[in-house]
């Protein structure tokens, strides 16, 4: 007994050990400000004390806002973070403690809370604002309680462990559901043990099934935060039954759905995917594979312009709105990062924030509306045909929608929910950065004043292409290069409109082909059709003479970014024409340089 209380100790200070060693890494390597994904929007919730996108995860939002409470430095994103970080570090000490359990190494304990903790994905997203580090300290928990049970010695023991593993999954559940995988194969085990052992009996499982219930009593949140409606930010209307189980099954994704699309993943998708991955990431090389993940991770994380990317993107973004205007978001990387920096940090309290898809479900409005001052809402609903449900619903399409709030300047956001065309009948779209500016038809576009007011949002200065291309800081990186290009295409059709006056059509081509050309020649890495799109501008220019850029040069940089191109994309059906086009323009160099000889 003594020497099996000494390990018992020795292993619960290696435990504590492990999690203060993998609490240092993590911390020196948090992100300072807002990532990706959905962080923006659970912190806001939690914030705010609203409820989060479906299952509402309201465990994680009111241990998130304790973190904002009692963390008295950082930047709220980092507090929760931090929080986040600690979780992740819980979960690799709780690992340690199974497996030291089970097989008595120090060693083997060590090594592998040391390989879950710094293998790539588990590092990247315990450092995040997410809810993936709960959920693995979740099942490091379950884990150590089922070796606790499976080495307990008395029906005493097992009777305990069984209440407060009960206790756990209900808990659990309160986050992220996928646990239930982990919860349904311990539960089974445990009965069929107790079963075994004659300690099943009518009322323990009825006790087992009650500490079940308590865990999930977190939940009594998402009503009471929905019938309070204080929160700016919010997701669904839990104050009614089948609002609460709508949002719990999580039916507005799909239940068995880990994320909202028009075709969704199957189950069977989801672990064959699951399965691929495991057999990637757990091959026999694993351990030289994760020294060198883990050193190529470290400096990706300790990049500290990789740290800012989100947040340069999203206040790039709400620094280029003019006083009080509507931002109509869509997608999650600027939606969730506006969210974060107008609600949290109170970034430009002058400006609304609507959400496109929020627009079309019913509880919207009702819950949110009042949060949005002086913006008008001609009906209860977003829906391309407008007229009244059978509900006695109004319902409204975004051409009415522009129409009332005429007094405000509306901007779209990663482009307009494709099912409502209704504003193309007296509104175009005229681009703004990474968003763009819907202006009625009735306007007449000033590129003078245009050019100056968007001049500043271009600023960006991250290099095309150094991210990582799976993570949220190149799909940012991405939409503001893009965002130059889209402009730049912008202008120069624009410019080869016949009604455009020709010290109109000078501007436009000027501009168009100063920012083509900052696009290709700022950055060493980028996408081959920059150089097409750039050739195309220098010969167009040239069929211009108001134009005040020497021709030879004009001739020159096309030719050279044509020849670039066609070496770079081999399958253009295009490439023919170039080819012929080349040829035409080289010709035509020889004639001018033979011109100027003479």
């Known amino acids: ?74 930047s709220i994103a980092y507090r929760v973070n931090l929080l986040c970080g600690l979780f992740g570090a819980a979960a690799a000490s709780l690992l340690f ?80 559901h996928t646990i239930i995988l982990y919860v349904l194969c311990i539960a089974l085990w445990v009965l069929f043990r107790l079963f075994k052992e004659m300690e099943l009996s009518l009322g323990h499982l009825l006790k087992l099934s009650l500490f079940f219930s308590a865990g999930f009593l977190p939940y009594l949140y998402l009503p009471v935060s929905s019938y309070l409606n204080q929160a700016r930010w919010t997701w669904g209307d839990q104050t009614t039954f089948s609002g609460f189980l709508t949002h719990f099954l999580r039916e507005e994704y799909g239940t068995f759905n880990l994320a909202k699309s028009e075709i969704g993943s199957s189950m069977s998708e989801i672990l064959l995917f699951q399965i691929a991955n495991m057999k990637f990431e757990l091959s026999i090389n694993i351990q030289a594979l994760a020294v060198v993940a883990c050193l190529c991770l470290a400096r990706h994380i300790c990049d500290q312009s990789t740290n800012y990317v989100i947040d340069k993107f999203a206040k790039n973004l709400l620094f280029s709105m003019p006083h009080d205007a509507i931002i109509l978001l869509r997608g999650d990387l ?86 409502d065309p209704t504003w193309k009948e007296n509104y175009s779209l005229w681009p703004w950065g990474s968003c763009d500016k819907l202006v009625s038809s009735e306007i007449v576009f000033n590129p003078e004043e245009w050019i100056k007011l968007t001049r500043n949002i271009y600023n960006w200065t991250e290099e095309y292409g150094r991210f990582d291309p799976s993570s949220w800081e190149a799909v940012a990186n991405e939409e503001m290069w893009q965002a130059r290009m889209k402009t730049a295409f912008f202008i120069f059709n624009l410019a080869e409109t016949a009604n455009v006056p020709a010290n109109v059509k000078t501007q436009l081509y000027a501009h168009a082909y100063n920012l083509y050309k900052e696009i290709v020649y700022l950055q060493k890495k980028h996408p081959a059709n920059w150089h097409k799109n750039y050739a195309i ?51 035509e160099l020889q004639g001018l340089r033979k011109t100027k000889r003479v």
């Not at 009415?400 to 005429?406: A, E, G, P």
Request: glycine share 8%; charged share 15%; hydrophobic share 45%.
């Open 334 to 419: 600027p939606g969730n990062s506006l969210r974060y920096l107008h609600y949290c940090e109170g970034l430009r309290p002058d400006v609304s924030l609507v959400d496109q898809e929020m627009l079309t479900y019913e509880w919207y409005l009702p819950k949110m509306a009042k949060h949005l001052p002086g913006i008008y809402f001609p009906g209860n609903r977003w829906n391309p045909v407008e007229g009244i449900l059978p509900s006695g619903m109004v319902v409204f399409n975004l051409y009415h929608f522009l129409k009332v709030n005429k007094h405000k300047e509306t901007f779209v956001c990663i482009g307009l929910h494709e099912g």
């Open 1 to 74: 007994m003594g020497l099996h209380g000494d390990a018992g100790r020795g292993g619960s200070r290696a435990a504590v050990a492990v999690f203060a060693a993998v609490s240092v890494v993590f911390v020196l390597t948090l992100p300072p400000s807002l990532p990706g994904g959905d962080s923006g929007e659970l912190i806001t919730a939690a914030y705010e004390l609203g409820v989060a996108h479906p299952p509402g995860y309201p465990l994680f939002t009111l241990l998130a806002k304790l973190a904002i409470v009692l963390f008295p430095f950082g």
């Open 97 to 176: 403690f199974t497996v030291f359990r089970l097989s008595g190494s120090y060693a083997g304990g060590i090594l592998a809370a040391g390989v879950f903790s710094f293998s790539r994905l588990t590092w990247q997203w315990s450092i995040a604002a997410e809810v993936f580090s709960l959920n693995n300290l979740f099942v490091g928990l379950l884990m150590a309680l089922a070796a606790h049970f499976e080495k307990a010695t008395t029906a005493e023991d097992r009777s305990k462990i069984s209440k407060i593993g009960a206790f756990c999954c209900g808990l659990s559940l309160c986050n992220q």
């Open 537 to 587: 501008a220098c010969e167009r220019m040239l069929r211009f003479h108001e134009i005040n850029v020497n021709p030879e040069v004009l001739l020159s940089e096309s030719i050279k970014h044509f020849h670039l191109y066609v070496e770079k994309v081999q399958d253009d059906p295009q490439r023919a024409d170039i080819l012929e086009a080349l040829r035409h323009l080289r010709r």
